[in-house]
């Protein structure tokens, strides 16, 4: 059984940090992409960034020199680093995970940015 945990939402004041994590656990086998995806409240989820296997990022262009993607293999973990936080990027993450061609999710964490 595959698990992943997320932590590190909150709440915080527009232009503050926030720093996500997620651990895989479970019989999750080799890991490929491992991503954040984002929903806010009366929208569709949305794409914030991967991080490949091999260490190559991607991003969304609202994450793009705010947003930090990385990875540590041993550990089976990815997180976020989200910097100069703004009211619209308030919404639930979710860490996604790609291994063994399926897709995994996490249960989501919230992250609110007040004004």
């Known amino acids: 059984q595959v698990q992943l945990v997320e932590s590190g939402g909150g709440l915080v004041q527009a232009g503050g940090s926030l720093r996500l994590s997620c651990a895989a656990s479970g019989s999750i086998g080799s890991i490929d992409t491992m991503g954040w995806y984002r929903q806010a409240p009366g929208k569709q989820r949305e794409w914030v960034a991967t991080v490949t296997s091999g260490g190559t990022t991607n991003y969304a262009d609202s994450a793009k020199g705010r947003f930090t993607i990385s990875r540590d293999n041993t550990e089976n973990t990815v997180y976020l680093q989200m910097n100069s936080l703004k009211p619209e990027d308030t919404a639930v993450y979710y860490c996604?995970?790609?291994?063994?061609?399926?897709?995994?999710w996490g249960q989501g964490t919230q992250v609110t940015v007040s004004s």
């Open positions: 996604n995970v790609f291994a063994q061609w399926r897709d995994y």
